[in-house]
């Protein structure tokens, strides 16, 4: 695989990117990243999150902007549905994760994308969350998440990618492994 | 007799080269000293190959075919070429080994610290110190079954065992077991513990899928053929990774066809993600078993391609079998994510979950921060040291014992000319 000869481009600095990985192998401390976000209750259901600043290559870094987030529930909860529920926004965040993943893993193999769609779907029995049986699971039962990828490369190509993209996706390891949660509350 | 193996009886002492474990590699390696009559002491802990001795399973056999076992100067020359070497057969090879090349060897001599002494080493043993100015390290590459963290959480009741302490099913308690791994080691105690009438549950992580026979010759064959064993370490696209991937689904017999997940599947076993925790005597797995076996299922179908296409311009390309493509690994939709250690129903835990090398000896500081020796190719940091016999140390033949004579031709060379020069 050459970087110089190829003419692929999906807009991904993956040169960059072996660079912070050759990088980050030398000084591994500079690998620890703390995200955040903050979030502010509306009304009801309603609350608006934001996110704007992380840490990482130690030491504090900003996004060129702020980002913010709506979420609420749809009306036949009874909510004003001002926003992606927050179960939605789970969805969101692995649909872009796994394609980002994609974009990279296609540039450092050659490939050139024309197109990829994702669609997602997330199974919910929602008597977890009213509580009205116990054996039933809050969260997903099971989510698919269905690719159509134009790019030049053969089924088994495009396979592999989306198969390599999953392996390294943070949003993916979040979701398919558990995780130690802590809540605090001050008054 | 060869003048080094005239040194067999000499008091611990001042040698140019002190070789540490008489397995394979160091076996190989001394061999190759002798031949540049480099004077040189193999130490050993036990006996001759004593890994194979002490710290292998009972019905295990190589998995590379009798033709493929070679070694300098030296190849198998029984009767059946095409068949796998069972442990006993192993261990009297290598034992016909050492006394066919006369390696000097001590044996029941531990090794317990080897730090630095002017521009050599010093190595102390349990049966006196010896001074030297290179080492070659060659004490193996598993010497450690590896166990996860997560391991420190499994509920009291239930047994657990690693590869070193496993002899054979007879010694499972009645019950269900859970088989952490799904590498050769994983597969083939799963096969055998199944085959023995218990329920098995595998928790599968990242493999490497790979059938025994393919279009008619063994795998071996073709991945030599093919010119895959023989790609150096400086040529493979991500070093890391080849030298921490999993050994293949392999098993050293002629049946099955191949030994993968549906063929345990087949036989009643039931797959669940890798182990990612246990919490209140329930195990966790991962959810991505369905990806990890995507993954293996390319990856095998993609080296396939690699052997077609070589077979494809061979003069011997008449004599191969039909090109062959395998079911994809079939994975439940519903795969369990959780399994109670509290039940009952699992009564037992096989870690197939990686070996490692011990280093605990070694006070000079060459070990990177997961406690591996920081080398290129064999040519360890600390000057005048070697080590060998590692996977992909030189090729990605490097761990098999066909493997080891380029590797100890180049290091010995490396080494004759560090011992005349000094320059390492």
């Known amino acids: 695989m050459s970087e110089s000869t190829s003419t692929v481009d999906n807009g991904v600095n993956v040169a960059a990117l072996l ?19 903050t979030c502010d ?51 969101v965040g692995l649909a872009g994760c796994l394609t980002a993943g994609i974009a990279a893993v296609a540039q450092h193999r050659d490939i050139q994308l024309k197109s990829v769609k994702a669609t997602l779907e997330a199974a919910m029995d929602i008597q977890g969350i009213l509580g009205i049986d116990a054996d039933v699971r809050t969260g997903f039962d099971d989510i698919k998440v269905h690719y159509e990828i134009d790019a030049d490369a053969s089924q088994e190509d495009i396979e592999a990618l989306v198969a390599q993209s999953q392996k390294r996706s943070a949003v993916f390891d979040i979701v398919t492994n558990p995780t130690n949660v802590t809540v605090a509350v001050n008054k | 007799m060869t003048d080094a193996g005239r040194d067999r009886f000499r008091p611990a002492g001042t040698i140019d080269v002190v070789v540490i474990g008489a397995g394979h590699a160091g076996l190989a390696t001394s061999y190759c000293l002798s031949e540049r009559s480099i004077e040189h002491v193999v130490l050993e802990r036990g006996e001759v190959a004593n890994s194979w001795r002490k710290e292998r399973w009972d019905s295990l056999t190589l998995l590379t075919p009798n033709w493929q076992s070679t070694l300098p100067g030296f190849r198998y020359s029984g009767d059946d070429p095409d068949g796998f070497m069972s442990m006993p057969e ?46 070659v390290i060659a004490s193996g590459a598993c010497n450690v079954a590896v166990t996860p963290a997560v391991a420190d959480a499994i509920p009291a009741t239930i047994n657990t065992l690693t590869p070193h302490e496993y002899h054979g099913p007879e010694q499972i308690e009645a019950g269900g077991v859970l088989v952490v ?19 098995i549950t595998i928790a599968v992580g990242e493999h490497v899928r790979m059938p025994r026979t393919y279009r008619g010759r063994d795998i071996q064959f073709w991945l030599d053929a093919a010119g895959i064993l023989n790609e150096r370490y400086d040529e493979v696209d991500d070093i890391v990774r080849a030298r921490r991937l999993p050994s293949p689904q392999l098993v050293g017999a002629h049946e099955p066809a191949m030994l993968d997940l549906n063929n345990l599947t087949d036989n009643g076993a039931k797959l669940v993600g890798r182990l990612m925790g246990v919490r209140d005597g329930v195990a966790q797995f991962s959810g991505s078993l369905r990806n990890v076996c995507a993954l293996a299922d390319l990856k095998m179908h993609r080296m396939l391609d690699t052997m077609d296409e070589w077979a494809a311009t061979s003069p011997q390309a008449s004599q191969f079998e039909a090109i062959e493509r395998y079911e994809r690994t079939r994975v439940d939709a519903s795969a369990d994510l959780t399994l109670s250690l509290k039940d009952g129903a699992i009564r037992t835990i096989v870690w197939a979950t990686g070996f490692r090398p011990d280093y605990s000896w070694l006070d000079v500081p060459v ?58």
């Open chain 1, 41 to 91: 209750w509306k009304e009801g259901t309603h609350s608006r999150s934001s996110v704007e600043g992380f840490f990482g290559l130690g030491e504090e870094q900003k996004h060129i902007t702020e980002y913010s987030f709506d979420t609420d529930h749809p009306e036949i909860f009874a909510s004003a549905d001002k926003g992606a529920t927050p179960v939605e926004m789970v969805l």
């Open chain 2, 90 to 135: 192993v261990i009297r090879f290598i034992s016909d080994y050492a006394d066919f090349s006369a390696a000097p060897v001590r044996t029941n001599t531990a090794v317990t610290s080897v730090r630095l002494n002017g521009d050599g080493y010093q190595v102390t043993t349990n049966e006196g110190t010896w001074r030297c100015r290179s080492l």
């Open chain 2, 367 to 424: 070990l990177d921060r997961k406690g591996r020796i920081r080398h290129d190719g064999g040519v360890a940091e600390s000057p005048g040291m070697y080590v060998v016999g590692l996977p992909v140390l030189r090729r990605r033949k490097s761990s098999f014992i066909h493997g080891t004579e380029d590797d100890v031709r180049d290091l010995t060379s490396h080494l004759a000319d560090y011992l005349d020069h000094g320059v390492a």
């Open chain 2, 181 to 199: 791994g799904a590498s050769a080691t994983g597969m083939q105690l799963a096969d055998e513990i199944q085959r023995a009438g218990h329920d």
């Open chain 1, 19 to 37: 660079e912070a990985r050759e990088a980050l192998t030398a000084a591994p401390e500079g690998a620890k990243f703390t995200w955040r976000a």
